[in-house]
Nanobody, 124 residues
């Protein structure tokens, strides 16, 4: 059974940083695609960042390029999202997602599995 458990969300002032973590279990980690997407109230889901665990190749939404970094720890089956220079537009529920196959051929929020989400709130 696939399990994705996120942590690290919280409240931060604009310009601050947070690091989200997602611990994965129940599937073959090294063949997986891992990613983060977010959804704010009244807005559509937005894929934020994804990583091919086998190759380490990453992809980012234009809105977070240069500010967010996705990374992995294979020993811990964990993916991280380091978020710097946060602004109010980053306020959302952030979800970890996982799937196999071609990581970058579909939206991250279309991945087969997702966690419960962790809230990020940025205040000015």
């Amino acid at each position: 059974q696939v399990q994705l458990v996120e942590s690290g969300g919280g409240s931060v002032q604009a310009g601050g940083s947070l690091r989200l973590s997602c611990v994965a279990s129940g599937f073959f980690w090294r063949r997986s695609c891992m990613g983060w997407f977010r959804q704010a109230p009244g807005k559509e889901r937005e894929g934020v960042a994804s990583i091919n665990v086998a190759s380490g190749r990453t992809s980012y939404a234009d809105s977070v390029k240069g500010r967010f970094t996705i990374s992995q720890d294979n020993a811990k089956n964990t993916v991280y999202l380091q978020m710097n220079s946060l602004n109010r537009e980053d306020t959302a529920m952030y979800y970890c997602a996982a799937d196999g196959g071609d990581c970058f051929a579909r939206e991250i929020y279309e991945y087969n599995s997702r966690g419960q989400g962790t809230q990020v709130t940025v205040s000015s």
